[in-house]
């Protein structure tokens, strides 16, 4: 079993920054493919952004590529996304999630993650 716990959500203005943190308990952190996905009022949760568990290899929905960064520090049990440049359709909450992986693979379907977290909101105002 693995426990994920979102923070770093808030409101800003359009064009700044936040840095989300997942924080992950239970099983070994590392063996996990890690992924940020989003659920927007009334739209069907998104995917964001991936990255392997050795942190080699990342994918991102193109809508934030070169404005999102997906890291992870396996040491600290920590998944992050730095977002910059945010503007008012970033606005969701997002989720962390977990799928137990043998591979350095990255993956886009929620449907492969084994674990989320209870989400944070990030509210993005023009």
């Known amino acids: 079993q693995v426990r994920l716990v979102e923070s770093g959500g808030g409101l800003v203005q359009a064009g700044g920054s936040l840095r989300l943190s997942c924080v992950a308990s239970?099983?070994?952190?590392?063996?996990?493919?890690m992924a940020w996905f989003r659920q927007a009022p009334g739209m069907e949760r998104e995917f964001v952004a991936t990255?392997?568990?050795?942190?080699?290899?990342?994918y991102y929905v193109n809508s934030v590529k070169d404005r999102f960064t997906i890291s992870r520090d396996n040491a600290k049990n920590t998944l992050y996304l730095q977002m910059n440049s945010l503007n008012p359709e970033n606005t969701a909450v997002y989720y962390c999630a977990a799928a137990y992986s043998t591979t350095t693979e990255v993956l886009t379907i929620g449907a492969r993650y084994d674990y989320w977290g209870q989400g944070t909101q990030v509210t993005v105002t023009s």
């Open positions: 239970g099983r070994t952190f590392g063996s996990y493919t």
């Open positions: 990255i392997s568990w050795i942190a080699d290899r990342t």
